[in-house]
Every structure is written in structure tokens, then in C-alpha cells.
């Protein structure tokens, strides 16, 4: 739609063909995001808009009474306002289940769950409405963890579940339930020397993109829809979408906007049906977009996790078993939650062989905040707690932690508990080694020559809370195992349209995608692949919408992986085309179009000796070849239902972290002086964006460990901090330096050998922090994130 | 809602007269929050910055006489000497961008017992100087907060200035918060020692419904510091004081437990606080380094 | 009510705002320039940086009357306010390009305003100084490694305009 301002457009680049993979190419849409000219979807303006504005529940759990709207519709410059009497077609989604209400029917099961909708010529005057839509709500008790979900006579938050987990569920608050058995557990548990256990638990983390959840919808002529909206799968959104606004598929049509982040967060639906339908209703544009406030109620966040672990090993440092128990509590709605469970079950054993294995994981329906997807997805809970379990096994053993860890790495060709058989390289011990061999960083950095204090380097920083005094610095380790991809069967595939041209005498490859560019740099990697592959300077990017298949989601470090192999597919598919259609003009003039092995380089066609054989411009002169190809990554098998045994995943990722902290004992703070860390990506096709990642994640991770909690009340399942006051993210303030060393051993089953990067280093960040804390102050230290109360005893 | 926007300080008062539910607006770092998250619809908002006087300050005499919106940047930048604890203080404010516009009368008006400006205020000692069309008048920083988020205003009041005495030994400020930057103090502590009149005074932050003095840890201290004639020697401070003075600046502490940290922490973290601000000042006037100013 | 002020060296004015709204919200959504980005809108995040009559504040916290007749740089004028040819970027601008300092993009127009704030200040800051000056701007992506590349790269490129430009002179 034309009038529809900061939309996305094309993003060109012109970087000559040295901008291949394995070049740090820089990114196509860097210049338009520092200058301000990027269309985020918060920016999108169209003259005749409307603002849209959700009512939420103030309770955790109630039953509505009734909803009165005269009064917010009786206010001047109110368009529309929305319960869920007034949905067209269907009032559930979800992203496996459809469990979750557009509007809240009858029931609200969490604190901020949708109630209603407003759609007003301004901000203020639709919040001053909903203000007056009055909810009559009768409270319902609340269940917030195994114990009161799982409780005779607790309310059962889903009755008369259809999904395909029902049936295998122990209780119907429990969402999914997978266990791993593997070998004989009892029998090892009777020949172990050591056996270590220990109950840990991982507070609720927010993914906190920096982008709120926003997006605008226009009504089309034709009774259809244009959504501009800032997602992670255009086109699971679509599929969701599309049966509640009562739409056939093709009159919802996504345009990605510019998305700030997401990290997981932006998996699942948020204002986008709202956002259509008071478009469709109000017949004028409609745009939502969430303060801070509410987006930490607009998106699922990390599970909380309750894990209990055993393990045993032998005298000399050998693992035999490994017993575990992974409480996932998934809140209100399903959302990924099965996934996520499947995961943490799978990865339970972290990457260790361990022969004999009894896992059990399981995600809960509760009254607290859903929860859902965010980087690591089930990995980080689970890391967070065997590599607490290494360090104790290390130390009942008499072992340096890594050394520990060395004799029971895993490598390639080793057997995951769940009978996979890792078939690529999987060089833990390696990158244990690396991070170990680095120099530590000098002793007392707060101390200038002069003997001045730098308040800068210490625990509280600019607070001014040390000198010196209290402060004791430890060393911690750990790493990590991720799946790449999606698991558990699940047909993971991804579209790339190329189109290659001549314009103005140079040939222009142009790449379509409904891949959702998040900031992790697709898009830049796009290019490099579309130049490497047709060996042309100049590549557009096409805005990311539905009028190409499905890229699949931007999660599961899966991208470069997926929609980078259907780019490089499509190009291949291309390339031939080319070749066909120079043989065909140029065949005759020269026998090597015939025989030889023919390349596409630096705009022309060579081959394999160097020769050239024609321009591509002049073989392609006015055709324009354009070619639309699937890909999908080998496939994948579920697990089974009472064993966990299966070839679930496609891919596994590794990294390593070695934590330098200094802590200040008596007030608890925590001052992380440096996270290091390596990582096998198997090929870095972008190395500047590859390093990126990595220390993005890693300070995911130290977030995790040190700060990031969503804190909901036990008794009334509120969210008490939902904002950037309370809910505290790394500033760079307490950024340490961030070494990265890259390792790129090939993955002979991926394309040009790439393991995917995003998700990994968040996992054995935060486990490295607190083994470095642990060792400085001898505390044991079961529940991340660390609060000074924890290590101060208060 | 209205836009008020007085030209002069003769303006605002008649302003405030007329509207006593007007919300001052200085460097908007409390008020906007609370509007932009419709925690608060004023019916009328009093911009205050348009008034040059409550931009400067006047240090000629004992006092400094601080007019109520001068940005913490400036304190920090212009009188560190003479407010070092509250140079100190301002440090840890918000970030850049908000000491920029924050200021110490905004931190009064808004009389949280978070505030970090408040235990500088106690320690170093500070009158709020109070005027309405009635007349103006000076409120002893320690009986400012009546509350949490209340203070002694009237309603028709407006904070002019706030005259803090001018430091003449040592003084420090500490505060506890989960994050290096950017954070809501969990709990403070500010201190200075006023050689001349041989007394300490002490401020505490967040450990109470208002910001409080530690009096008995001041008065321990004091006499303590007299008993060894310490003044005059300048000789060391036993760690029996320091654990002491400590103890009874914990004691001083009506704490709640609440998502920033837990009562008995916060407890625990004035009274090591405590301890280390009396080694650093009592370091700071032992070894004569002129006033304990800022580190780094 | 009625706005007048000036962004990036023009005289803008808006009509009928609201007296609740924000500097922000007027910058975005009446005046067309929504490169200042909205993601707390508490000041506890940076994102909306912007110089007011030179000062770099959170453009969220200022009331929108409080801009009466005031001068606010927003990272739209960035480029032009550097000096640099049109259409090209101001070196604080080209320095987070080439460091790879932008991922999602969403924090770097408030970073790049206290960037350029902190280099006028000091042209060649310690790294503890960048990160002081820089600590009111959270970024959720990169781990601020390389945005500490990018001041240490436009600090350097500066150095070095600074001493050509020296050399030129005759």
C-alpha cells in the first residue's frame, strides 16, 4: 500500500565479488540503520491510522463476569473497541497448541492476558477508554508450580485437551512429558566410586529486545488484510492469523518491518491478530505498539526450571550415570513449551558420554507467565545445572574441573543418550583447551599506577560501594551442547527465490526470502552466499513477506543453516540455468561450453582452468532468470514417547566459557572481569557477524547469571518488576571484555560445512560465571540469577 | 491536562498558588515516567525550566546555596570540592543522559526513599528552602520526608533552592544495586565529618520509609572520636569503633523486603557500607587528602 | 497545543499535542523523524538519545512543551551536523558500520548521539571512559565489544582528520 509510509525496501549492495562467504562483508542495511532512515515496525505511519490499545487482566486467574464497553465506546475519537464476543471465526491460536485465547474467553489464566481491544485517533485517548471498560472478575486460586498444578483438586487450567500430548501426560496441567532412558542406571549407580547430587534452579529470563512489539495493519479493497509487523516466521504467524480474522491465507499478506531484536521473544503472536482485526473492523489502518510495560506481558519468556541431577563416576574420573529431573514451568499457554521440553530431555546429559541415563522433563501449565521460546530453548536450564555437576564431580575427584571434563568430552562419533550418534565433528575438549590455555587478565585492574582507585573495574562500579575491600576473584568453566535446527521430526525447510538480471550492463542477483532479518545478519550472509554462488557483485535483498514460501522461523541458530542452504540451492539451480542459456548463445563459438567444468566469477563465465568464456550480462542480455527453491536439512526422527531414543536432531553446536570474577564477599556483588569464549562454527561465512553473535550471547548468559529475573509473586502470580527499572539488563558497565576464539571444523552434512552460532554461547556463559563465583567465595551457589542475598546469607 | 509555563519564579509560585494539584516538571526523569506509563494524569504540569534562577548556584558563603533543577552533571562537574558527598552521589544517578536533567530538588519533590541525593543531603546537612506566594521558608533536610514518597510541602510550595553546608573534612557515598550503572539504590549510605563542630553525620537510603540519619552511630562515633581525642591526633580508628559504628548504622535501618532485595540484605549491606565510608573518610582526614573526593 | 522548536538546524512546529506527550513521541509521530527509537520510554535504555540545546537526554523524559523554542540533534542530523558530504556519513556513523557495532540496530541511533557527544568532549577517551559515558545505552545484541571498537575507531579516524588537517595547514 502506497500511502503506508517507512515500509521496507530493497536493501542493495554493491561490494564487489570479495564480498563471498568467508569475508566480513558488512551489513546491506547498516548505513539506513545509522542514519535513522531504518523502518522499524514501530516507525510505520500511514495518514488515516488509527492506534490500537489491549486491555489486560490485572489477576492471574479469574473467571470474567462480565465486560461492560458502552462507556469506552461512548468516548469521542474511539473507533472501536473489541471483547471476545465480537472475533469473527476462530478465538485460539498457538504455535503447536491452539490453546491461547485472541481474547480472553470467559477466563483469564495469567497476569496481563488480553481482555479487549481499543482502537482510537490517539495513544492517550484509547488507554483513557479501556481505562473505562469495566470487567467484573471473580478470582480463581491460582497453581505456580508442580506442587499446587499437580495437587488433588487443583484446577485444571486446560480441560478437555485435544493435543497430541494429552494422551501420554501424567497430569492435564502437565503440557508434555519426555523421558530418556538409557542403559541400566541402578546397575551403574552400584559401581560408582562418587556420586554428586544437587537440586538447581534457573529463574525466569526475558528475551528484552530493545524493538517493543509493534506492527501496523491496513485493510485491503478486496476484504483482505496487509500486515507490516516485526516477527521471527512471517509465515507461522500467517497460518495463525488467517483463521481468526476468518481469511483465506492469501488475503493476509505479511511484510516484514524492521525488528529490534527478539532472541525467541517474537516466536509467538502478539498484537498481530489485534492489530487485523480492528483494522478490519474500523476499516482504517490500526497500528499497536507496546510500551515497555507491556511488552514483558506481550511475549512468553525463558522457562523457569526446577532440576534435580545425580551422577556418579568412576575413581579415575569417568562418568557412569547420570539421573536427572527437569521441571519446566510453561505458564498459562502451550506455546513451545512441548519443544522446549524435548530439548532439555535430550540435552540433559550435556556434551558428556555417559552410558547410562534416566532423564525425565516435563513442562507444567500454571498460572505465571507463559513461557515459550528464547536463545538456548531448553539447553540453558539444563546446562546450567551439569556443569554445575561437573564442577562438584571435579572436585570430589580431586580433578582440575576442565581435566574432569576432558575425560568424559564428548567427540565425534559419540553416542547422545538419546542413541543419536553424533556424526560431525564435536571438538569439546578442544574447545575447553583454548579458553584454559588464555592468559588470565592481571590481578587488581582497579589500581592505577598512581594507586588511585578506579571504581570503574570493581563489584558495584560507579556505586562506590569497594576499594578493594572484600574482593576475591575466582576462575570458573564450562560448555555447552545445542541442537541446530528444528527437532523431533519436524519437516524444517526453507524458500529462496533468486532472480538474476543485467541492468545497465552489470549482471544483479536479487535474493527473496520470507526469512525474518532480527538483526543476526541473514540478510547480510544472503548476499555473500547469492555472490559466491553467481559470482556477481551486486545483490538486492527483497523486502521479507509472504508472497514467497516459507524461510521457516529466525530460531534454533537455524538461518545461515537453512535459509542460507535454499539461497545457495536456488543460486546453484540458477547457475545451471545460465549455463543452458549460454550454451545456447555462446556454445558454438567455444568447445569448453561443452566439456569443461564451468564457474561463475566475477561476472562471468570461466572455466575451471581460468578461462573466460563469455560476460554474464551478455549471456543473460534482456532475460531475467528467476528460480523459487525448497531446502530442507536431512530429516529428523521424534523421540520416542517412553524412551527418548531417536535421531531427534540434525546438528549440535558447542561452545566453551572460561569466567574471571571478582566478588565482593560481604556485599554480594559480582563484577564478571572476563568471559571468554570458543566456539566450533564449522565455517564462519561471515566472521565479523560470527564474533558478534558470540558475545552477544555470551552476555545473554552473564545477564542470566548475575541480574535477569522476571520476579512473580508466589502467592498471586503477578509480575512485580515489569520494567527496565526492575527487570535489569547488562549495561556496558558491567560488560567485561569478551575474547572469542573461532574454531571451523566442517560439518560435511551442512552447506560449505557452517554449524549454526546464535544459540550456543548463551548456554555455558552463564554456568561459567557461577563456578568463577563459587570458587571465589566456597558457596554452593543452586539458583541462577545470583542475588547479593545469596552470597551474603541474607 | 494543561501545560503550564511560567516565564518567571514570581510566575510559577502564582501558578502553583492557583493550581495546588500542578506537578512541578523540571528534568521530567520522575514525572514522565510516571505519565508516559499512565501511573499519573496531572491536570496541570508546572514547567519549571524556563526559570534561569533554579539553574544556578550561589557558593559564596558557608552554604551552597543549590537552585532546585541544576543537573547533577553540573554538581559533579562544578562542586565536587565544596558537596563532595553529593558529587558522589550525583555520580551514581540514572546515566549520563539523566543526570543531565535530573536534579536534587527533583529528588526532594519526589521524596522516594530510593532517592540518591537524600543521604548525601543527611550527611553533609541541608535546608530545603520552601516559597509559596505566602512567603519562603527553610525545612531542615532530616524533617523534609514525612514519608515514603511525601514530603513537608504545602500544597501551593515549591522547592527554590536547597542550601548544603559546605563541606570542611571528609565525606563519602556508597550505594548497593545489582547492576554497575543505571540502577535503583537497593540501599546507601552517605557520611561526612564536620571537624570543625567535632561531629559526624550520616545518611541512609532505601533502608527505611524515608531516608534517615544513623543518630546513634553518629553520636557513638562522635563520642568515641572524642574519647581518644582523635580529632586532634588524627590517630587510627580501632576496627571495634568501625564495627560498632557499623552495628548501629544497621540499627538505624527499618528495611522492607521487596523486589530490589530483601530487608535483612539491605540491613547488612548499610552496615558494611558503613564501615567502609568511616575507613575511607577517617583515612581521608588522617592522612589530611583533602576531602575524600571522588575516586578515579 | 502548539510546538515550536528546531531539530537538526530547522524550525519545526506541531499543532494539537497533547500535554502529556513527549519530546519522543512528537520527534516520531508528528514531525516524521523516527530515527530516535522507543524502547523504554523510562530512561533506562537510551534509545531515544538526543542533544537538547546540545545535552544529550532521553527524549522520552521531556515534555513536548518543554522543547518550546529549543534546538535538538537527533541521529537524523547527525551526518549533516559532522560536516560530512552529502549523502555521506558522519565518521561516529561509518565507524559502527565498519566495526560491525549494528545488529538489530534498535539502540544504535541513541548510542551514535552519545557517541558523537562523548568524542567532541574527548576526542581520545579510555576505554573506562567510553564505557561511562556509553553506560546509559543498553544494547541487547552485540555485547557492546564492538561498539567499544567502534568509538576506539572513530576516536582514531578523528586523531587522525585532527593531525591532517594540522599537516595542511600552512
Not at chain 2, 548544603?164 to 571528609?170: H, L, M, N, S
Amino acid at each position: 500500500m502506497s500511502d503506508v509510509t517507512r515500509t521496507p525496501t530493497g536493501l542493495t549492495q554493491h561490494s564487489g565479488t570479495q564480498g563471498g562467504i568467508g569475508a566480513s562483508t558488512l551489513r546491506p542495511d547498516g548505513t539506513l540503520k545509522v542514519t535513522g532512515e531504518f523502518a522499524y515496525a514501530s516507525d510505520l505511519w500511514h495518514e488515516d491510522m488509527l492506534w490500537g490499545f489491549t486491555l489486560r487482566s490485572p489477576h492471574a486467574h479469574a473467571r470474567i463476569r462480565s465486560v461492560d464497553v458502552s462507556a469506552a465506546l461512548a468516548t469521542g475519537g474511539v473507533h472501536a473497541v473489541m471483547t471476545h464476543d465480537d472475533l469473527p471465526a476462530a478465538t485460539r491460536y498457538g504455535l503447536e497448541i491452539q490453546d491461547t485465547p485472541v481474547l480472553a474467553d470467559g477466563v483469564v489464566r495469567h497476569h496481563g492476558e488480553p481482555v479487549a481491544l481499543v482502537a482510537a485517533d490517539h495513544p492517550e485517548t484509547a488507554r483513557r477508554a479501556a481505562a473505562k471498560i469495566v470487567v467484573d472478575y471473580e478470582q480463581l486460586p491460582v497453581v505456580t508450580d508442580e506442587r499446587t498444578a499437580t495437587a488433588d483438586g487443583a484446577p485444571v487450567l486446560h480441560p478437555d485437551r485435544t493435543d497430541p500430548h494429552a494422551a501420554h501426560v501424567p497430569h492435564p496441567n502437565v503440557v508434555h512429558r519426555q523421558p530418556v532412558v538409557r542403559g541400566d542406571v541402578a546397575a551403574a549407580r552400584a559401581r560408582a566410586d562418587v556420586i554428586v547430587t544437587g537440586e538447581y534452579e534457573v529463574g525466569m529470563q526475558d528475551q528484552a529486545f530493545l524493538g517493543p512489539e509493534s506492527g501496523l495493519a491496513v485493510p485491503a479493497e478486496d476484504g483482505g488484510v496487509d500486515l507490516y509487523i516485526a516477527t521471527q516466521w512471517l509465515h507461522a504467524d500467517l497460518r495463525q492469523i488467517a483463521p481468526v480474522l476468518g481469511l483465506p491465507e492469501d488475503k493476509v499478506r505479511m511484510t516484514l518491518s524492521g525488528v529490534g531484536g527478539a532472541f525467541g521473544g517474537r516466536e509467538d503472536l502478539s498484537m498481530q491478530a489485534h492489530a487485523c482485526l480492528l483494522a478490519l473492523r474500523t476499516r482504517r489502518p490500526v497500528k499497536i505498539v507496546y510500551n515497555r510495560f507491556e511488552s514483558f506481558f506481550g511475549h512468553v519468556h525463558r522457562h523457569p526450571a526446577k532440576l534435580r541431577y545425580e551422577h556418579g563416576a568412576t575413581r579415575d574420573g569417568k562418568l557412569l550415570f547420570m539421573a536427572c529431573r527437569i521441571v519446566l514451568d510453561g505458564g498459562a499457554y502451550a506455546s513451545s513449551s512441548p519443544a522446549v521440553v524435548g530439548n532439555a530431555a535430550s540435552l540433559s546429559a550435556g556434551p558428556y558420554v555417559v552410558d547410562n541415563v534416566d532423564v525425565e522433563a516435563l513442562a507444567l501449565y500454571t498460572n505465571n507467565p507463559p513461557c515459550g521460546a528464547m536463545r538456548g530453548f531448553g539447553a540453558v536450564q539444563a546446562c546450567f545445572a551439569y556443569e554445575a555437576q561437573m564442577d562438584k564431580l571435579a572436585a570430589a575427584l580431586g580433578l582440575h574441573p576442565v581435566e574432569f571434563r576432558r575425560r568424559n568430552a564428548m567427540a565425534q562419533g559419540s553416542v547422545m543418550p538419546t542413541g543419536q550418534v553424533v556424526d560431525s565433528p564435536a571438538p569439546v575438549a578442544e574447545l575447553l583447551r583454548r579458553v584454559q590455555a588464555l592468559p588470565l587478565p592481571p590481578q587488581r585492574q582497579w589500581e592505577s599506577a598512581g594507586g588511585a582507585t578506579d571504581v570503574r573495574a570493581l563489584p558495584g562500579g560507579l556505586s562506590n560501594t569497594t576499594h578493594g575491600e572484600g574482593v576475591v576473584r575466582g576462575v570458573g568453566y564450562a560448555v555447552g551442547i545445542k541442537n541446530v535446527g528444528f527437532s523431533e521430526g519436524f519437516d524444517d525447510y526453507s524458500t529462496a527465490r533468486i532472480r538474476l538480471e543485467a541492468v545497465a550492463g552489470e549482471p544483479v542477483a536479487t535474493v527473496h526470502t520470507a526469512m525474518a532479518e532480527v538483526g543476526q545478519g541473514g540478510v547480510t550472509v544472503h548476499a555473500q552466499i547469492a555472490r559466491t554462488e553467481l559470482g556477481v557483485a551486486r545483490v538486492t535483498i527483497a523486502p521479507a513477506d509472504t508472497r514467497v514460501g516459507s524461510a521457516g522461523s529466525t530460531s534454533a541458530s537455524r538461518q545461515t543453516y537453512v535459509t542460507g542452504g535454499a539461497v545457495k540451492h536456488a543460486c546453484e539451480a540458477v547457475r545451471e540455468r545460465v549455463l543452458e542459456l549460454g550454451r545456447a548463445r555462446f556454445g558454438t563459438y567455444h568447445p569448453a561450453w561443452a566439456s569443461a567444468e564451468l564457474l561463475l566469477e566475477d561476472g562471468k563465465v570461466v572455466t575451471d582452468g581460468g578461462e573466460v568464456l563469455a560476460a554474464l550480462a551478455d549471456v543473460l542480455g534482456e532475460e531475467s532468470i528467476e528460480v523459487e527453491r525448497e531446502w530442507r536439512h536431512r530429516p529428523t526422527e521424534p523421540f520416542d514417547l517412553r524412551t527418548g531414543q531417536g535421531s531427534g536432531h540434525v546438528q549440535y553446536s558447542f561452545a566453551a566459557h572460561r569466567a574471571v570474577v571478582e566478588v565482593d564477599t560481604e556485599l554480594g556483588l559480582v563484577k564478571v572481569v572476563e568471559l571468554a569464549c570458543a566456539q566450533d562454527v564449522g565455517k564462519a561465512l561471515n566472521p565479523l557477524s560470527v564474533t558478534g553473535q558470540i558475545q552477544g550471547g555470551t552476555l545473554q548468559g552473564l545477564g542470566l547469571a548475575v541480574m535477569e529475573e522476571i520476579v512473580v509473586d508466589p502467592v498471586t502470580a503477578r509480575v512485580r518488576n515489569p520494567s527496565f527499572t526492575d527487570y535489569l539488563i547488562p549495561t556496558i558497565l558491567d560488560t567485561p571484555t569478551l575474547p572469542v576464539d573461532v574454531l571451523e571444523l566442517a560439518d560435511g552434512h551442512a552447506p560449505y560445512g557452517l554449524r549454526g552460532v546464535g544459540e550456543a554461547p548463551t548456554l555455558s556463559s552463564t554456568p561459567a560465571v557461577v563456578a568463577a563465583v563459587r570458587q571465589a567465595t566456597g558457596l554452593a551457589l543452586q539458583r541462577v540469577p545470583l542475588r547479593p542475598e545469596h552470597l551474603t546469607g541474607t | 491536562m494543561d501545560f503550564l509555563r511560567p516565564a518567571s519564579w514570581a510566575e510559577a509560585l502564582a501558578a502553583k498558588a492557583e493550581h495546588p494539584s500542578a506537578v512541578p516538571l523540571a528534568g521530567g526523569t520522575d514525572v514522565m515516567v510516571e505519565i508516559n506509563f499512565d501511573h499519573r494524569r496531572p491536570e496541570y504540569l508546572l514547567d519549571l525550566q524556563r526559570i534561569g534562577e533554579l539553574h544556578t548556584w550561589d557558593a559564596d558563603g558557608p552554604d551552597v546555596r543549590l537552585g532546585a533543577a541544576v543537573p547533577y552533571t553540573r554538581i559533579i562537574d562544578h562542586l565536587a570540592d565544596e558537596l563532595p558527598g553529593l558529587a558522589l552521589a550525583a555520580r551514581t544517578v540514572g546515566s549520563p543522559q539523566i543526570r543531565n536533567r535530573g536534579s536534587v530538588g527533583g529528588n526532594l519533590g519526589a521524596a522516594s526513599p530510593a532517592g540518591d541525593s537524600h543521604p548525601a543531603l543527611l550527611a553533609a546537612g541541608a535546608e530545603v528552602e520552601a516559597e509559596s506566594v505566602r512567603g519562603t521558608r527553610l525545612i531542615p533536610v532530616e524533617e523534609f520526608y514525612t514519608g515514603v514518597k511525601r514530603n513537608a510541602l504545602a500544597p501551593d510550595e515549591l522547592i527554590r533552592a536547597v542550601r548544603i553546608r559546605k563541606a570542611t573534612g571528609p565525606q563519602q557515598f556508597s550505594k548497593v544495586g545489582t547492576r554497575n550503572a543505571m540502577v535503583i539504590a537497593v540501599c546507601a549510605f552517605g557520611i561526612a565529618l564536620h571537624p570543625g563542630s567535632r561531629t559526624v553525620r550520616t545518611g541512609i537510603g532505601s533502608a527505611a520509609p524515608t531516608p534517615v540519619r544513623a543518630r546513634a552511630a553518629e553520636e557513638f562515633l562522635a563520642a568515641a572520636l572524642d574519647d581518644g581525642r582523635l580529632w586532634d591526633t588524627r590517630g587510627p580508628l580501632g576496627p571495634a569503633v568501625a564495627g560498632e559504628f557499623a552495628e548501629l548504622a544497621s540499627g538505624a535501618c527499618n528495611p522492607i523486603d521487596d523486589v530490589r532485595g530483601s530487608a535483612a540484605y539491605r540491613r547488612r549491606a548499610v552496615g558494611v557500607m558503613a564501615r567502609r565510608t568511616l575507613g575511607w573518610v577517617w583515612g581521608a582526614y588522617r592522612g589530611n587528602e583533602g576531602r575524600g573526593a571522588a575516586c578515579a | 497545543m502548539r510546538v515550536t522548536f528546531t531539530v537538526n538546524g530547522r524550525v519545526h512546529e506541531a499543532d494539537d499535542v497533547w500535554e502529556g506527550e513527549s519530546l519522543l513521541y512528537v520527534l516520531r509521530e508528528r514531525l516524521g523523524l523516527p530515527g530516535s527509537k522507543n524502547a523504554c520510554e523510562q530512561g533506562e535504555c537510551g534509545s531515544c538519545t538526543v542533544r537538547l540545546d546540545d545535552v544529550p537526554v532521553c527524549a522520552c523524559l521531556v515534555a513536548a512543551g518543554q522543547a518550546e523554542g529549543r534546538e535538538v540533534v537527533t541521529v537524523e542530523g547527525l551526518a549533516e551536523r559532522s560536516g560530512a558530504p552529502g549523502g555521506r556519513l558522519s565518521p561516529v556513523q561509518q565507524a559502527f558500520v565498519d566495526a560491525g557495532a549494528v545488529q538489530c540496530g534498535f539502540c544504535t541511533p541513541g548510542l551514535l548521539v552519545a557517541t558523537d557527544e562523548l568524542l567532541e568532549r574527548h576526542p581520545d577517551p579510555s576505554d573506562a571512559d567510553i564505557r561511562e559515558a556509553l553506560s546509559g545505552n543498553l544494547c541487547r545484541c552485540t555485547g557492546y565489544e564492538k561498539i567499544l571498537d567502534a568509538v576506539r575507531l572513530a576516536a582514531a579516524r578523528g586523531g587522525e582528520t585532527a593531525r591532517d588537517g594540522e599537516a595542511a595547514r600552512p
